[in-house]
């Protein structure tokens, strides 16, 4: 029996994620000795030990179900483009997408402990661990959104997969979801419409335009109303519905929503990387170390 002690000592010691600890434990009888050869063996420690290092890179990918009811756009990092651009990684990538969509976990700590769908003898953990140290670079599933509906999703990848976009529609109109989807990549919305907009966010917003109306010599007493005025530029630029046609500027999206009959329910664009710090290193250094087995 494996004590919950052994497992805190020997994850301690190696670093190695507590299932990991829990399992090779269990399997060498408690011997703590021959659970880190094992480890070892697995190439649990070394895929530990490059978790600390940056991944900036990496790939969104989009799992649509063939009745276009069931979706799920994931972003997985990696540390460098060449790895990103790696059948293997593409492989796990796009099996991430597909094990979201039909196995419907609550989160990435959730999805980590299913049964990987493509081997359902290990977790998502344990074969994201097994490409780690088959590959050499830190990994790590960042964030995924999944859909049901009632409608229809669209999804789409721009540059190979630096962007992905998943749209959800009324109704089935793959030429219109599609162009939503371009209009999603190019606009950069964060919100679906005016409605969805925080309260603190536009209070926020609201405080900002009317700083610079006082600012322009206007008194204060009709502030408010040209604050109210420029709002609709707010909107035009963060509500998507809001935003002109990025086929035809002459129109909003609202307007093309309208004369095709359909509106839109939700969205979800993931940029690769968006919002990582990425490590800036001295070329000559990193050499350095390379050549020193860091």
Same mark, same amino acid.
Not at 270 to 279: A, D, H, S, V
């Given at each position: 029996m494996v004590t919950a002690a052994q497992v805190k000592e020997l994850r301690e010691k190696t670093g190695a994620g507590m299932m990991e600890c829990k399992k090779v434990l269990a399997e060498t009888d408690g011997n703590e000795e021959k659970a880190i050869e094992l480890l070892k063996e697995r190439g649990v420690l070394k895929a530990e030990k490059k978790s600390g290092r940056v991944a900036a890179e990496g790939l969104v990918n989009t799992y649509?179900?063939?009745? %276009?009811?069931?979706?799920?756009i994931v972003e997985v990092n990696c540390e460098t483009?060449?790895?990103?651009?790696?059948?293997?990684?593409?492989?796990?990538?796009?099996?991430?997408?597909?094990?979201?969509?039909?196995? *419907?976990? /609550?989160d990435v700590e959730d999805l980590l402990a299913q049964k990987y769908i493509e081997d359902e003898s290990i977790t998502v953990q344990e074969a994201?661990?097994?490409?780690?140290?088959?590959?050499?670079?830190?990994?790590?599933?960042?964030?995924?959104?999944? @859909?049901?509906? =009632?409608?229809?999703?669209?999804? @789409?990848?721009?540059n190979e997969g630096a962007i992905g976009v998943l749209v959800d529609l009324?109704? *089935?109109?793959?030429?219109?979801?599609? *162009?939503?989807?371009?209009?999603?990549?190019?606009?950069?919305? =964060?919100?679906?419409?005016?409605d969805d907009v925080p309260a603190d966010r536009l209070e926020k917003e609201k405080e900002i335009l009317k700083a610079q109306v006082i600012n322009e010599g206007r008194p204060e007493n009709v502030a408010e109303k040209i604050v109210m005025g420029r709002l609709g530029k707010f909107y035009g630029e @963060?509500?998507?519905? *809001?935003?002109e046609f990025v086929k035809d500027s002459s129109q909003l999206v609202k307007d093309v929503? /309208?004369? /095709?009959?359909?509106?839109?329910?939700?969205?979800?664009?993931?940029?690769?990387?968006?919002?990582?710090?990425? /490590?800036?290193?001295?070329?000559?250094?990193?050499?350095? %170390?390379q050549v020193k087995g860091v």
């Open positions: 649509i179900s063939d009745d %276009k009811k069931v979706g799920a483009d060449f790895v990103s651009r790696g059948d293997d990684f593409k492989a796990f990538v796009a099996s991430i997408a597909k094990q979201v969509a039909t196995q *419907d976990p /609550k994201l661990t097994n490409l780690i140290a088959k590959i050499g670079e830190n990994m790590s599933i960042r964030r995924f959104n999944r @859909y049901e509906t =009632e409608g229809a999703l669209t999804g @789409y990848l721009h009324s109704e *089935d109109n793959e030429e219109l979801g599609q *162009d939503i989807c371009l209009q999603i990549t190019a606009g950069k919305p =964060e919100f679906l419409n005016e @963060y509500c998507l519905v *809001d935003q929503l /309208k004369s /095709k009959g359909v509106t839109i329910n939700r969205f979800a664009r993931l940029e690769r990387g968006e919002g990582i710090e990425k /490590k800036q290193e001295n070329f000559a250094e990193e050499i350095a %170390k």
